[in-house]
Structure formats: C-alpha cells, structure tokens
C-alpha cells in the first residue's frame, strides 16, 4: 500500500514524515531545504510509492494566515505542478511546533540539543501533522 507523505513547510528548512505501507504509524524522515523539497519528494516517489501528500496549513488561533501562509500555498501550487496525479490535503499546523518541542523534552533530548538540531522539530512536526491527519480521517 502507498504512503502518506506530510510536508511541514518553513521558509529555509523542511519537515517531512511518512506512513508505514498499510499507513497506521506517522514517523518522522528528514528535514530538507526548502528550495529543495519537490526535487527530495520526486526521488523519494521513486523509491516509494506515494498515495497523497499532507501539507501544515499555518493558521493564526483566531483562524486568520500567518506570514508564511503565502509561501505554503505557493509551495502547494508547485507540489500539485511536480504531481499532478497526486492528491494534496491541507491539514491545520497549529501547535504542532510546540507539540514537537515538549515531545523532544519529554524524550530527554537537552536544550543545548534542541537548538544544535533545530532540524529534528520540524520533522517531528510534520509526523504530528500526519498523524492528527490520519486521525481525523477514522
């Protein structure tokens, strides 16, 4: 069975987490510039087979964008271009940061850890995104 890839898209760095093949377990799989994410996902697609794609949509509490709302939904527009036969969801982002933050301190990771490998969050992040993705899809 193909896997769900969820992309937690910021402006210099790139969270990326995937299902399991019968898609129950989100897992965490690389950060990744950028600018190079829809070139990362092209070889990834071919290595793994792909059933859709779940991208953070940040959103402000009261519901309104963020400042990187634009460059998500810009980045959405290239994704569906790179794979047009793919479906691509939109899925709320809101406190999947923090969440990923208080999940690596409760995983004993230190704060001088946290910051050297600032990458791990936002791949941790997108696992999140997933996993609340898939949740509400049951």
């Known amino acids: 069975m193909p896997r769900l890839v969820a992309i ?3 402006a210099k760095r790139t969270g990326l987490a995937v299902t399991d093949p ?3 377990i989100a897992s965490a799989l690389e950060t990744v510039p950028s600018h190079t994410v829809v070139a990362y996902l092209k070889k990834y697609a071919l290595t793994e087979p792909v059933d859709a ?3 953070g949509l940040p959103k402000r509490l009261d ?3 963020t400042d990187n709302t634009p460059r998500v939904q ?3 527009r290239a994704l569906k271009n790179a794979f047009p036969h793919l479906p691509v969801h939109l899925h709320d982002e809101r ?3 923090k969440m990923a933050l208080q999940a690596m301190i409760a995983g004993g990771s230190s704060r001088k850890d946290r910051r050297e490998k600032a990458g791990n969050i936002d ?3 997108a696992a ?3 996993q609340s993705f898939m949740e509400s899809k049951k």
């Open 95 to 97: 406190f999947t940061t």
């Open 128 to 130: 999140i995104i997933l």
């Open 22 to 24: 019968l898609q129950i």
């Open 74 to 76: 810009s980045f959405v």
């Open 8 to 10: 937690d898209f910021g």
């Open 123 to 125: 791949k941790v992040s």
């Open 53 to 55: 794609f779940v991208v």
């Open 63 to 65: 519901g309104t964008d």
